[in-house]
């Protein structure tokens, strides 16, 4: 992303950018809690990675830039805890294996449809959440642009 295009997102698209992030953040944790496949050590570590590789992609650079502008990013309140319960693990306060268990427990707003006020959608682009993602190979890219996982649906 160029340093134009980077100029040119205004917090309307930050605010849409982190309503994307929520709505692929919630439907990650309900493919977990539908999902049948053994929760062993292996699932447990590459789930983690994949959330994370999200976070990277979809949430931190944001708010980065947000902060870079001396700008609040108003995170939905969702997105908000898993945010919270990703730097405790960069930092070094929760391992692997917490973080997977705060991010299974972690709570719905349950007062209204999930899939509306979530803004959930039937596809994503790379809904890794949806294939057996610990039996794998990763093809997550470490080195991609925060832009280029988006999916172009509007949220």
Not at 8 to 14: A, E, F, R
Not at 134 to 147: F, N
Request: glycine share 2%.
């Amino acid at each position: 992303m160029n340093k134009q295009a980077l100029a040119s997102i205004s917090l309307w698209d930050v605010a849409n950018i982190f309503e994307y992030a929520t709505s692929r953040f919630t439907a990650i944790r309900l493919a977990l809690d539908k999902s049948q496949v053994s929760r062993t050590v292996m699932f447990r570590n590459r789930f983690v990675q994949h959330i994370v590789w999200e976070a990277e992609r979809f949430v931190f650079p944001f708010i980065n830039m947000c902060a870079t502008s001396n700008t609040s990013a108003a995170l939905p309140e969702y997105l908000n805890g898993v945010v919270k319960m990703l730097v405790e693990w960069q930092i070094g306060l929760l391992d692997d294996d917490n973080l997977f268990r705060r991010f299974w427990k972690h709570e719905f707003d349950l007062s209204s449809d999930l899939m509306s006020r979530y803004r959930i959608v039937d596809t994503y682009t790379y809904g890794w959440w949806k294939d057996r993602f610990d039996t794998q190979i990763s093809t997550i890219s470490l080195h991609q642009h925060a832009t280029s996982g988006l999916d172009h649906h509007s949220v």
